[in-house]
């Protein structure tokens, strides 16, 4: 059974940092692209980052581009995004999603990665 889990959420202040881990049982992450996505309040679940499978290659939100990272840890079959200079509109509920993709993981929506975790809270607020 393939089970994603994040974690690593909480309540900071504008300016501030967060580290995200999505880690996986059941399911090689190095083997899978990997993205992640938010929810905001009130509004659409959309991609922030994503990490292909392969080569590695990342693609990232214009609203988070040079604010967030998203890595791997192969050892720990983990996937990290790295929050910095959090603002309020980073608000949301951070879900993790893996799909073994053919293709760049920026080709790809939200409906076609078919393993997806609980998510977890962001809030940046002052």
């Known amino acids: 059974q393939v089970q994603l889990v994040e974690s690593g959420g909480g309540s900071v202040q504008p300016g501030g940092s967060l580290r995200l881990s999505c880690t996986a049982s059941g399911l090689s992450l190095n083997a899978n692209a990997v993205a992640w996505y938010r929810r905001a309040p009130g509004k659409e679940r959309n991609r922030v980052s994503c990490i292909s499978s392969g080569d590695g290659s990342t693609n990232y939100a214009d609203s988070v581009k040079g604010r967030f990272t998203i890595s791997r840890d192969y050892s720990k079959n983990t996937v990290y995004l790295q929050m910095n200079n959090l603002k309020p509109e980073d608000t949301g509920v951070y879900y993790c999603?893996?799909?073994?993709?053919?293709?760049?993981?920026?080709?790809?929506?939200?409906?076609?990665?078919?393993?997806w975790g609980q998510g977890t809270q962001v809030t940046v607020s002052s």
């Open positions: 999603a893996a799909e073994n993709l053919a293709l760049s993981c920026w080709y790809y929506s939200d409906y076609e990665y078919g393993h």
